[in-house]
């Protein structure tokens, strides 16, 4: 495990980012284009700090805000979204621990985390009826530890990570949650995520035969039943803050496209493509989509940024609303402007070489992750019925 030997508070990270990201904007393309996993930039955010930004001063960490976090996830995203992908695991788990975790779990982990160790997940499971059910079992043994059995799904991030938070049916088939080493006997990371984007997420196939837990590496939350707080808003806006990445990397690169390498159309107004009206409004449409799902990310940061430190849970409901509303706008904002960089150009826009298709792949992906039209449903609930969101981490 990489460690972070200089503590950074918030405003140092951020002011940092432009030299990471130029770091971390180094042949991102070609290295998505050939499936290769992003190991030396996940050391480079350990590196940075960055992976501290939501974890308290007082626990060795930059004490950022949700308003902070978004920001930085938004700017990783904009050189390479897989890798912004691929630690959200991370993140949640914090924002988890900070909301829900008791001071005798933060004794044990806070200081971990300070010192770099990175969190990936192994929670789902493809073969449920439905997301969230699980058959995955935790046995208790007669020396008070615990065996677990199972198989994961969509493991975001494992093969980058030190330690797994995993989820399991104990011996009265109940929920719980563990942390552990990934390196502990039994557990198999298998990188088999095929999908046509997100493709370097580390979203692979966890595999656990008869894994020893010990008693103190039971995970025991708080749950939403008790009080609806922020965390499933926060995991959900950070895909909307992936999502305005995309949006940003594909203006960027879509203008860069047309300086460099666009030509105008046999019948098009001009001479050159840097001045054809209908490519001018394309890349227009690109970036003022990127400019509008940057602020609509922001905008519900800083609601659940009231959120997090309110003890209404009327604040938290409200919070999770703006958190849906954004996650539709940027839905059709990011899908319209991933699909306009087709329109910059001809056929040497769809080139492999160029990889300018990944933009729309993995927006397209991440979307994929929760029906945008249950989102829209239920802000109209809302607004009309003044119906409550689920009480589920979709919301």
Partial sequence: MAVVTTARDAAAILAGLPDLLARLDVGVAARERRRELPHDAVAELRRSGLLSLRIPVEHGGAGGTIVDQMRAVMAIASVDS???????PHFFFIEELRTHGT??????????LAAGAVVGNALSEATAARPGLIASRLRRQDDGSWRLSGTKSYSTGALFADLLFISGKDDDDQDRTVLVPVDREGISLIDDWDGMGQRTTATGTTQLRDVRVEPEELVALRTLEERFTHVGGHRQLFLGAVLAGIAENAAREAAAYVRSKARPSAHGLTETA?????????????????????????????ALDRAAVSPCEQD?????????????????????????VFDTGGASAVRDELNLHRHWRNARTVLAHNPVDYKRKVVGDWVVNATEPPRNSYF
Avoid at 82 to 88: I, K, T, W
Avoid at 275 to 287: E, F, N
């Fill in 316 to 340: 938290a409901l409200a919070a999770s609303i703006d958190v849906a509303r954004a996650q539709a706008a940027i839905a059709d904002l990011v899908l319209t402007a991933t699909q306009a």
């Fill in 103 to 112: 001071a005798e779990l933060g004794a044990r982990w806070w200081p971990r």
């Fill in 274 to 302: 840097t001045t054809d009206p209908y490519v001018l409004r394309a890349v227009g449409v690109i970036s003022s989509a990127a400019f509008a799902a940057r602020a609509s990310v922001l905008a519900a940061a800083e």
């Fill in 82 to 88: 897989n890798l912004a992908q691929g630690v959200r």
